[in-house]
């Protein structure tokens, strides 16, 4: 009965590599988000897409790419890996945007 | 700049021993203010939303309150399963994008 859900849960890397991690929503939410903690805990939001259209493309380099194949899901490539990606990122969902957000459980990027 | 500011960083309290953190923000116009907890290596999870000033929630040991500079989670007597980092979050009243702004946390540790 998970509402939230992303795979994989930790991921190692190598620098230059490309990865993508998964996100799933049952909640039936509209609007879907990605978020990446830093080491110092800070939750910082980097995409919003709402109904399968991008919504919010903070400042983030282009090597990210959100993909969204329907309402449910949203996927997270990243191309090119660098260290300073090393993050924990997570997914979250809302029925509409100003509404409570629910995340997953995360996913924790290592790039060596 | 929106902004939000918790404190203190961290907090420490023998069982039973009842605090508050704070959580100060400047923002254009507040459309809404959430409280998540968020234990290690898991994602945030929905304690409360509050929309306006004078408002207040409560979940168990938990009351939240509203005003219009700040938020305080009040905690009344707390266990050592209440140990978690304690996140604060808004959206400003003209976003259409359903951006949270977090603050950095305040983590909660509750001796026995």
């Known amino acids: 009965d998970t509402a939230v859900s992303q795979t994989p849960k930790y991921l190692v890397t190598q620098m230059g590599n490309d990865k993508s991690i998964k996100c799933e929503q049952n909640?039936?939410?509209?609007?879907m988000y990605w978020y990446k903690q830093d080491s110092k805990k800070f939750l910082k939001i980097m995409f919003s897409?709402?109904?399968?259209?991008?919504?919010i493309n903070e400042t983030v380099p282009n090597r990210f790419s959100p993909k969204s194949p329907d309402k449910a899901h949203l996927n997270l490539h990243i191309n090119s890996l660098e260290l300073g990606d090393s993050a924990v990122y997570f997914c979250?969902?809302?029925?509409?945007?100003?509404?409570?957000?629910?995340f997953g459980p995360g996913t924790r990027l290592t790039v060596l | 700049e929106d902004q939000v500011t918790q404190s203190p960083e961290a907090l420490r309290l023998q069982e039973g021993e009842s605090s508050s953190l704070n959580c100060s923000y400047t923002?254009?116009?507040?459309?809404?203010l959430f409280w998540y907890r968020q234990d290690p290596g898991k994602g945030p999870e929905f304690l409360f939303t509050?929309?306006?000033a004078g408002e207040e929630k409560e979940k168990e040991r938990l009351k939240a309150t509203l005003t219009k500079k700040e938020s305080f989670l009040h905690i009344t007597a707390p266990k050592p399963e209440d140990s978690a980092t304690y996140l604060c979050?808004?959206?400003?009243?003209?976003?259409?994008?359903?951006?949270?702004?977090f603050g950095q946390g305040t983590t909660l540790q509750v001796k026995p």
């Open positions: 979250a969902s809302s029925d509409e945007w100003a509404d409570t957000q629910y």
């Open positions: 909640l039936g939410h509209d609007t």
């Open positions: 897409y709402n109904n399968k259209e991008l919504i």
């Open positions: 923002v254009s116009g507040l459309r809404g």
């Open positions: 509050l929309y306006s």
């Open positions: 979050a808004v959206i400003h009243g003209s976003s259409n994008t359903g951006k949270l702004i």
